[in-house]
Nanobody, 112 residues
Framework: QVQLVESGGGLVQAGGSLRLSCAGSGRTFRSYNMRWFRQAPGKEREFVAAISWSDGSTYYAESVEGRFTISRDNAKNTVYLQMNSLKPEDTAVYYC?????WGQGTQVTVSS
């Protein structure tokens, strides 16, 4: 099975930036679409961004469009989420997803 390990979360001021990483393992990891989700306290998990394995096409939630960028480095089996112009409402636990496998999540906290 694919295994995912996330890193890069932390505390940042509004308007600042963070870069999340999701390192994957597994012999077929390269062939999968990768996604980021987030879950804020008291809310359901929501889609953030996705990137395809085939052509690198990206998709974003409307709430992060223009501020977040998803990318991947297949040689390193790693997916990134560059988050710029962060807002307090971006505060959540961020999870990477590959097919039916989820990372453990990394906390992002944005202060006013």
């Amino acid at each position: 099975q694919v295994q995912l390990v996330e890193s890069g979360g932390g505390l940042v001021q509004a308007g600042g930036s963070l870069r999340l990483s999701c390192a994957g393992s597994g012999r077929t990891f390269r062939s999968y679409n990768m996604r980021w989700f987030r879950q804020a306290p008291g809310k359901e998990r929501e889609f953030v961004a996705a990137i395809s394995w085939s052509d690198g096409s990206t998709y974003y939630a409307e709430s992060v469009e223009g501020r977040f960028t998803i990318s991947r480095d297949n040689a390193k089996n790693t997916v990134y989420l560059q988050m710029n112009s962060l807002k307090p409402e971006d505060t959540a636990v961020y999870y990477c997803n590959c097919a039916q496998t989820w990372g453990q999540g990394t906390q992002v906290t944005v202060s006013s």
